[in-house]
């Protein structure tokens, strides 16, 4: 048997990966984020389930991996809950069923999945081509990603934070 056969390929799921390694591997350069087809291309199954009393959840059995979310939330609460329980799963692999009530703990873990999240929906490089496009009209910007306006005012901050 040749050496390199008997070295481990890495399983996906214990690697590390931020936002724009996410949006590299799923080829998405443009707005909005597909963010339904990345978790496709992860591996993970998003279903919509009828009035849970939840926002969101997500289950690790073996290497099979689900998202779900309520079927009666707009698009945008969807789009928002799949990348956040996708920066759990990506940052704390989940193994059990892990379900998020609302969105408003502010542990380190939530924290880090929200701004995975911001930097998903709404990432830099993306932000700054349609700042040139359309200007600093938030609404045309959060159209523009299919997101909500609190979330876009997030990561304007963050940008202008960096320059």
């Given at each position: 048997?040749?050496?390199?056969a008997?070295?481990?390929?890495?399983?996906i799921?214990?690697?590390r990966?931020?936002?724009?390694?996410?949006?590299l591997?799923?080829?998405?350069?443009?707005?909005?984020?597909?963010?339904?087809?990345?978790?496709?291309?992860?591996?993970i199954d998003?279903?919509?389930?009828?009035?849970?009393?939840?926002?969101?959840?997500?289950?690790?059995?073996?290497?099979r991996?689900?998202?779900?979310?309520p079927k009666?939330?707009?698009?945008?609460?969807?789009r928002f809950?799949?990348?956040?329980?996708?920066?759990?799963?990506?940052?704390?692999p989940?193994?059990?069923?892990?379900?998020?009530?609302?969105?408003?703990d502010k542990?380190?873990?939530?924290?880090?999945?929200?701004?995975?999240?911001?930097?998903?929906?709404?990432?830099k490089?993306?932000?700054v081509?349609?700042?040139?496009?359309?200007?600093?009209?938030r609404?045309?910007?959060?159209?523009?990603?299919?997101v909500?306006e609190t979330?876009?005012?997030?990561r304007l901050?963050?940008?202008?934070?960096c320059?």
């Open positions: 048997m040749p050496p390199e008997t070295v481990p390929i890495p399983r799921w214990k690697l990966f931020e936002p724009h390694d996410v949006l591997y799923c080829k998405q350069t443009e707005p909005p984020v597909d963010i339904r087809y990345i978790a496709h291309k992860l591996g998003v279903r919509e389930i009828e009035d849970p009393g939840w926002a969101a959840a997500a289950k690790r059995v073996d290497v991996r689900v998202i779900w979310v009666t939330a707009v698009e945008l609460r969807k809950a799949i990348a956040h329980m996708l920066g759990h799963m990506i940052h704390r989940v193994k059990e069923v892990f379900v998020e009530k609302d969105f408003q542990t380190k873990d939530e924290q880090k999945a929200n701004q995975f999240t911001s930097e998903l929906l709404v990432p490089a993306m932000l081509t349609q700042l040139v496009r359309v200007g600093p009209k609404a045309l910007l959060a159209d523009a990603f299919q909500s979330l876009l005012e997030t901050e963050a940008f202008q934070a320059l």
